[in-house]
């Protein structure tokens, strides 16, 4: 048995199905991100090119999100360069979604993600699709940042930007 932080409760479930469950649901998310794909391929291609970070709060107008939304504005270098793709999803059912989803993926992802109504959290999925980390909606970026350059595939980039003599940005 796995735990598995789930908003701001934690569940244990049987590891194995969890991340399978989770895969899928991910998988749709990648979907809603970079339009329809094809082939199970080039899905998989596409979760290795960006880390997404999923901002969800109960509407767009949500004072955490707008907050969030202006931090990642402020550091636009420091995402671009960690190839972070950022993704509202609104935790109202009857909300207006921008994944542009039908109505039966956004209840899937939902459910998947482990989003309620009302909910304001942010969700990090890595280059792998796996779900690094979850945390409230007002977490500092640069924490979520920092995260992202202690993970490998990121160590790895910083360690090849440096060899080829471009700087890095900090968070």
Known sequence: ?????????????????LMASLKRYVTLLVISVIG????????????????????????????ALVRQKQALRDADDAVSERRLRVVE???????????????????AIREGLGVVSGDRQLVLIGLDGGIKRRAPLATPLREILQ?????PMRRQEIEERRR???AVTEP
């Not at 329809?36 to 004072?63: C, F, G, M």
């Not at 999803?89 to 209840?107: I, K, M, N, W």
């Open 147 to 151: 995260q992202i350059d202690g993970m």
């Open 1 to 17: 048995m796995k735990k598995v932080t789930t908003g701001f409760q934690v569940r244990t479930g049987h590891s194995r199905l």
């Open 164 to 166: 080829a003599g471009l």
């Open 89 to 107: 999803f609104y935790s109202e059912p009857d909300g207006t979604d921008t994944t542009q989803l039908e109505p039966a993926h956004q209840r």
């Open 36 to 63: 329809s794909v094809a082939t199970a391929q080039e899905i998989d291609h596409a979760l290795w090119q960006e880390r997404l970070l999923v901002l969800i709060a109960p509407s767009a107008d949500d004072p």
